[in-house]
């Protein structure tokens, strides 16, 4: 195959060049797209990215995953029926606090009258909590002594963020930096 032009004309045709500029010009924007799009879309998820407290967190039922079978499947019954029993007062005192909520738009506002229903949810919330704990602890009331300190270790990590210590008075609690 010979690229040397014969008789005057060229080795490429002035339309072939014209295309495949225009070709590799519109790869170049796409390729460009999937650039900033990717690092836009690797931004954006950083910021959605649970905390890590979150993502540590274990949910109640799972504190006793290490018991054995028995056990295990009984503690799992257990808070699964806790949480049956308080559903309805934990939904009501979520309308509460929603209805507390919206009358921050009513007028006449009273905030006493919205920081009572606040305080109503919060009670209704500590009492169901309470409820449950307390049926735990009854529970753990049958297990061994290493089985308790079983139950302890897997309640530990599922109520993490209750348990951790409150920075001294004064003091603002450390900001963790944003890994970028």
Do not use: H
């Not at 209704?124 to 753990?140: C, K, L, P, S, W």
């Amino acid at each position: 195959m010979d690229c040397a032009p014969r008789d005057g004309e060229p080795v490429v045709k002035p339309r072939a060049l014209i295309i495949a500029l225009i070709a590799s010009v519109a790869l170049n924007l796409f390729l460009a797209g999937l650039i900033v799009g990717g690092v836009a879309v690797a931004r954006r998820a950083d910021e959605l990215r649970p905390s890590v407290t979150a993502q540590n967190r274990t949910p109640l039922w799972r504190a006793g995953d290490a018991l054995p079978q028995p056990k295990r499947r009984a503690y799992r019954q257990l808070v699964r029926q806790a949480g049956a029993e308080m559903r309805d007062d934990v939904r009501q005192s979520r309308a509460i606090r929603r209805e507390a909520i919206a009358a921050l738009e009513a007028e006449p506002f009273d905030a006493g009258a919205a920081a009572a229903e606040m305080s109503r949810a919060r009670q209704m919330d500590t009492a169901a909590r309470g409820r449950v704990e307390a049926r735990i602890m009854t529970f753990a009331a049958t297990l061994t002594p290493s089985e308790r300190g079983v139950l302890a270790a897997g309640l530990r990590q599922a109520m993490a963020g209750q348990l951790r210590e409150p920075p001294p008075r004064g003091e603002r609690a450390p900001i963790a930096p944003k890994d970028r």
